[in-house]
């Protein structure tokens, strides 16, 4: 059983920066590829960025140069390191897996397995 839990989210103002984190237990396959998800409030749910298991990464356009991806794989743990936030930004942040990824496409949330239960980040201008 694939379980993901998120920590990390809070409060801070425009410019601000948070680390978001994402434990990982129950993935038994070799290759993976792990995401961050956000779901502001009257939208649908968008990729973030997305890591794979040779550290691979792939960025939404709106986050590319704020954002950071990474993972300690002796932890089982993936990060998001969000810089120079914008109220744009206010979400739920959700991390999932899946088997592998597949580029750009693994932006999208529909061809994921596993979800974690979300961590609310809100950034006020």
């Known amino acids: 059983q694939v379980q993901l839990v998120e920590s990390g989210g809070g409060s801070v103002q425009a410019g601000g920066s948070l680390r978001l984190s994402c434990a990982a237990s129950?993935?038994?396959?070799?290759?993976?590829?792990l995401g961050w998800f956000r779901q502001a409030p009257g939208k649908g749910r968008e990729g973030v960025a997305v890591i794979d298991s040779d550290d691979g990464t792939t960025y939404a356009i709106s986050v590319k140069g704020r954002f950071t991806i990474s993972q300690d794989h002796a932890k089982n743990t993936m990060y998001l390191q969000m810089d120079s936030l914008k109220p744009e930004d206010t979400a739920m942040y959700y991390c999932?897996?899946?088997?592998?990824?597949?580029?750009?496409?693994?932006?999208?949330?529909?061809?994921?397995?596993?979800w974690g239960q979300g961590t609310q980040v809100t950034v006020s201008s």
């Open positions: 129950g993935y038994t396959y070799g290759r993976y590829c």
């Open positions: 999932a897996a899946r088997s592998a990824c597949d580029g750009w496409r693994s932006l999208r949330p529909v061809v994921y397995d596993y």
